[in-house]
């Protein structure tokens, strides 16, 4: 029996990269998935795999700051497929700069997205869930949600309001006894798009940075020395999202590399 047997299952920022590789190993595992993004093409070419290979999805645009727009997706996954039991809260954004450049414009842009979407996705899943009768919900967060980074305030900010966002709802869950588990997932280096978008959400094309070199961040500044895939962090949500980790909430799922585990030396 495939892990996921009968679940229900929501990705936001399905379309590419870790939400891509989270909708598919879900479906692959039994789930039905929604399939959310702001890039609705995207999000049909991953459904279209997804059926494919014989698994159950539909696509949908979503804007995860709209909160009318979750009123209508939540109805359209009850339509379709039931009450939602798994919530993967992965859209998100990277703005990088300094904290005297960053506009209040790109301050609140990334904030809105990285943490209001994801209160807003987590206010409209649980009284799904809680009809169902269980769930997890899966916030991704980062190793930036763990430590500061120069040039990274902004966003680690958010990382790190996701990370405790998730153990309060955990304990909100917990004390309502709805059998709803609310963990996080922290990734380090991924070889995933949001490098390549990081500075093209800017406000200001002027104060954009060079690009980033992944491969080189990832020789120097992590254990493994290799920049991880979205398939290694997909792997741990479903984890988190099967009954597997039915003991675990509140928790950080850390796949970093070893990151924030220590530092080694190379001669």
């Known amino acids: 029996m495939r892990q996921l047997e009968g679940k229900i299952a929501l990705v936001t920022g399905g379309g590419s990269g870790i939400g891509a590789a989270c909708s598919t190993t879900l479906a692959r595992e039994g789930a039905r998935v929604a399939v959310t993004d702001v890039d609705l093409d995207a999000a049909q070419a ?10 159950h999805a539909f696509a949908a645009h979503q ?11 939540m109805a359209e996954i009850q339509s379709r497929y039931g009450d939602l039991t798994t919530l993967v809260a992965n859209a998100g954004i990277g703005i ?12 609140r842009r990334q904030t809105a997205i990285n943490l209001d979407g994801v209160f807003l996705s987590v206010k409209y899943a649980i009284p799904a869930m809680r009809r169902a009768g269980n769930g997890s919900i899966v916030m991704m967060s980062s190793v ?11 966003y680690s900010a958010t990382k ?11 304990m909100e869950c917990a004390m309502a006894n709805d059998n709803v588990r609310c963990n996080s997932v922290h990734p380090g280096i991924i070889e995933t798009p949001i490098w390549s978008k990081m500075d093209a959400v800017a406000s200001d094309p002027a104060r954009r940075n060079a690009p980033i070199d992944i491969g080189a961040m990832a020789a120097v500044g992590v254990p493994l020395a290799r920049v991880g895939l979205a398939q290694d962090i997909a792997n741990g949500v479903l984890f988190l999202a099967s009954d597997a980790s039915s003991y675990m909430t509140g928790s950080e799922l850390i796949i970093d590399g070893g990151m924030t585990g220590g530092t080694v030396r190379r001669t």
């Open 46 to 55: 991953v459904v279209a795999s997804i059926i494919a290979a014989d698994g």
């Open 63 to 73: 804007d995860v700051t709209d909160e009318a727009r979750w009123v209508a997706i």
């Open 96 to 107: 990088r700069g300094g904290i005297l450049d960053m506009t209040l414009t790109d301050w």
């Open 144 to 154: 930036a949600g763990l430590r500061g980074a120069p040039g990274l305030a902004g």
């Open 160 to 170: 790190g309001g996701v990370r405790l966002f998730a153990k309060s709802v955990a």
